[in-house]
């Protein structure tokens, strides 16, 4: 069973930038697309960026961040990242790194982090 394990988040200050990482158990990291999700208080789980298995050439965003984020993968160390950069505070929230499912494989999550943007 993977196990995705993710850095700590932290407090930044508006117009401030924030790297996550995410790094996955086993030696089939690089068959699986992956995204970054988030969930605000009170609100719905969303959508922040996700990338494509194998080298990851194909990359999508959240309206909300495009142009600010960027995800990111490195096969040879199994892990995902999301560099964030002119953060806002509407950007707080838990952050959540996700294995895509596959024919007869669930997704996984990983534990979650929380990024908080100050004024």
């Known amino acids: 069973q993977v196990q995705l394990v993710q850095s700590a988040g932290g407090l930044v200050q508006a117009g401030g930038s924030l790297r996550l990482s995410c790094a996955a158990s086993?030696?089939?990291?690089?068959?699986?697309?992956m995204g970054w999700f988030r969930q605000a208080p009170g609100k719905q789980r969303e959508m922040v960026a996700t990338?494509?298995?194998?080298?990851?050439?194909?990359?999508k965003y959240a309206d909300s961040v495009k142009g600010r984020f960027t995800i990111s993968r490195d096969n040879a160390k199994n892990t995902v990242y999301l560099q964030m950069s002119s953060l806002k505070p509407e950007d707080t929230a838990v952050y959540y790194c996700?294995?895509?499912?596959?024919?007869?494989?669930?997704?996984?999550w990983g534990q979650g982090t929380q990024v908080t943007v100050s004024s």
């Open positions: 990338i494509s298995s194998g080298a990851g050439d194909s990359t």
């Open positions: 086993g030696r089939t990291f690089s068959n699986y697309a």
């Open positions: 996700k294995r895509e499912p596959r024919i007869y494989i669930e997704a996984a």
